[in-house]
């Protein structure tokens, strides 16, 4: 490559560099230097991490692990329950591709909406169901779990799609010889599905979880909009001291994000390590 070659090379290269030098890597060096350091004199410390224990981090850490793991094992189930019906190409199957994908397509903020509404204590109607079932009506935002419950419903409905497509993809990969020379052996449905497409889909399991699970850990706009502060997550009790205006908290709200980022890190360290032990 010439000189002038070079030139235009880099010309072309350098606003990307600046831009995610600017918008990504200062932004993630400076919030490691505000977690290690003191908001009053600017001096070493971990005393940031330690204050976290006071401000309800234990807790955030626990509620979202819980709707993490609430909501993959509702998307997982959907996912692949859904993409079996389209593979076994019942009737309809068409149509029900098109309606499963509607829900992806939906905005985080108008899903949240829409499940605020519909989880109201009053008048909402989740409890209009309830009612005309003959069942007593609940309040959804009486406690901690039953928020969270509505969480994971609410992350769910509009993110098993991922999981889905993940799931066709995976099926579209195994033999139908398999199949047929299991079912010529009698090896009845269920059989099927553990010694066949489990097995064979597990790869595919895996990358849905990685991918979905991240997204999970970072889930923010939809909990801040239907149960906002409280409980808390990891996400919106690092936006509650962000939001303040003590800049104090800006150090608290540093070591949050560096606690979530090693946590994910670890997680998806841990994951792939197993997944390669054969």
Do not use: C
Not at 118 to 135: C, H
Not at 142 to 168: G, Q
């Amino acid at each position: 490559m010439t000189g002038k070659g070079n030139l235009s090379f880099f010309a072309f290269v350098l606003p990307a560099v600046i831009y995610v030098t600017v918008f990504s890597f200062y932004p993630a060096a400076e919030v490691v230097w505000l977690s290690f350091h003191s908001p009053i004199n600017n001096s070493f410390t971990l005393s940031n991490f330690k204050s976290l224990v006071y401000f309800g981090l234990p807790s955030a850490i626990v509620n979202t692990a819980v709707v993490t793991a609430g909501a993959l094992a509702i998307q997982l189930f959907l996912g692949m329950a859904i993409a079996s019906l389209i593979v076994s190409k019942v009737r309809g199957a068409r149509l029900l591709y098109i309606l499963a994908l509607i829900p992806y397509g939906i905005a985080t903020v108008v899903n949240a909406v829409d499940f605020s509404f519909i989880f109201q204590s009053t008048g909402g109607f989740a409890n209009g169901v309830l009612k005309f079932l003959g069942l007593p009506t609940i309040n959804w935002y009486a406690t901690t779990p039953l928020e969270l419950l509505i969480i994971i419903i609410a992350d769910s409905w509009r993110n098993f799609p991922v999981f889905m497509l993940l799931m066709l993809a995976g099926y579209s990969s195994i033999p139908r010889e398999l199949y047929e020379a299991a079912a010529v052996d009698g090896a009845g449905i269920v059989r099927r599905f553990f010694e066949i497409t489990l097995p064979n889909l597990k790869k595919y399991i895996a990358i849905a979880l990685i991918i979905r699970g991240i997204s999970e850990f970072n889930i923010f706009a939809l909990p801040l909009i239907l149960v906002g502060y409280s409980p808390p997550l990891l996400t919106t009790l690092t936006y509650e001291f962000y939001s303040t205006t003590i800049t104090q908290y800006y150090s608290y709200a540093a070591a949050t994000i560096l606690l979530a980022f090693i946590t994910i890190f670890i997680v998806i360290v841990l994951k792939l390590g197993g997944g390669g032990r054969r």
